[in-house]
């Protein structure tokens, strides 16, 4: 007898926009030194956009929001929470995101966003601690 066993959701993984130097020099980079938080504008200026979070709970992706409740899986920026008390420690490199011109500037945010897309999303997290058990 065989056993059919449910469907697991398939999550796509978001859609990064264009990392060439042109679009690198377009990008917006923000620091609110009160609060601690670092905020990458891909497109050059906020666009609206529903906060993603990343298993760590210190960086979420910024998808785009279209309409009053919906939203496409297209990246537009990134918020990191805790910046120079947590990041910069753990991955020194992003430090230079706020300090760096010219060509290093784009190796700094072109290493960042490397590392940021890299990251699982939420929902594969859980699933991967969930298979362990």
């Given at each position: 007898m065989a056993l059919t066993l449910p469907q697991e959701e398939i999550v796509e993984p978001p859609v990064w926009p264009s990392m060439d130097d042109a679009a690198l020099d377009t990008i917006r980079v923000d620091y609110n030194r009160k609060i601690d938080y670092l905020y990458v504008f891909l497109y050059?200026?906020?666009?609206?956009?529903v906060w993603d979070p990343r298993?760590?709970?210190?960086?979420?992706?910024?998808?785009r929001l279209?309409?009053?409740d919906d939203w496409v899986d297209e990246v537009v920026g990134i918020m990191v929470a805790h910046f120079r008390r947590h990041a910069v420690r753990e991955l020194p490199r992003w430090g230079k995101v706020l300090t760096a011109t010219g060509s290093a500037r784009r190796e700094s945010l072109r290493g960042m966003i490397a590392d940021v897309?890299?990251?699982?999303?939420?929902?594969?997290?859980?699933r991967d601690v969930l298979s362990a058990r």
């Amino acid at each position: 007898m065989a056993l059919t066993l449910p469907q697991e959701e398939i999550v796509e993984p978001p859609v990064w926009p264009s990392m060439d130097d042109a679009a690198l020099d377009t990008i917006r980079v923000d620091y609110n030194r009160k609060i601690d938080y670092l905020y990458v504008f891909l497109y050059g200026k906020p666009l609206p956009a529903v906060w993603d979070p990343r298993p760590d709970g210190n960086i979420w992706i910024g998808l785009r929001l279209v309409g009053d409740d919906d939203w496409v899986d297209e990246v537009v920026g990134i918020m990191v929470a805790h910046f120079r008390r947590h990041a910069v420690r753990e991955l020194p490199r992003w430090g230079k995101v706020l300090t760096a011109t010219g060509s290093a500037r784009r190796e700094s945010l072109r290493g960042m966003i490397a590392d940021v897309a890299a990251m699982p999303v939420n929902d594969e997290a859980e699933r991967d601690v969930l298979s362990a058990r």
